[in-house]
C-alpha cells in the first residue's frame, strides 16, 4: 500500500523556520507532481506549493517569497522549506503526490506558529 509520511511540523515563534519533508513508500516520486497543502481549523484545505517532476514550482500568493519546494528524486522525498513563519501559516500541513488518475496523500504533520 502506498504511504505518503510527512515531518518537520512543530511549534515555532513567529520569524521563525520549520522543514517540512514528504517521503513515499512504495511509489517513487519521479513522475509525480507533488504538492504540500495545508488545513487551518475552520477553513478549506489550500494548496501551498507544488513542484512538477520537470522540477517546475508554483506557490500560493502567501508561500511566495518565504516558501520552497524541492524535490530529491534519489531519496524519494519533497521538501518545503518555511522560512519566515507567520501566525497565519498555522494549520495542519499535507503532502499529495498525483500521477495521472493516482492521487495519494499523506496523514499530516501540525505546524503552529506562536508567540
Known amino acids: 500500500q502506498v504511504q505518503l509520511v510527512e515531518s518537520g511540523g512543530g511549534f515555532v515563534q513567529p520569524g521563525g523556520s520549520l522543514t517540512l519533508s514528504c517521503g513515499a513508500s512504495k511509489v517513487s516520486f519521479e513522475f509525480y507532481t507533488v504538492g504540500w497543502y495545508r488545513q487551518a481549523p475552520g477553513k478549506q484545505r489550500e494548496l501551498v506549493a507544488n513542484?512538477?517532476?520537470?522540477?517546475?514550482?508554483s506557490y500560493s500568493d502567501s508561500a511566495k517569497g518565504r516558501f520552497t519546494i524541492s524535490r530529491d528524486n534519489v531519496k524519494n522525498t519533497v521538501t518545503l522549506q518555511m522560512n519566515n513563519l507567520k501566525p497565519e501559516d498555522t494549520a495542519y500541513y499535507y503532502c499529495n503526490a498525483v500521477y495521472w488518475s493516482l492521487n495519494y496523500w499523506g496523514q499530516g504533520t501540525p505546524v503552529t506558529v506562536s508567540s
Open positions: 513542484i512538477t517532476d520537470l522540477g517546475i514550482t
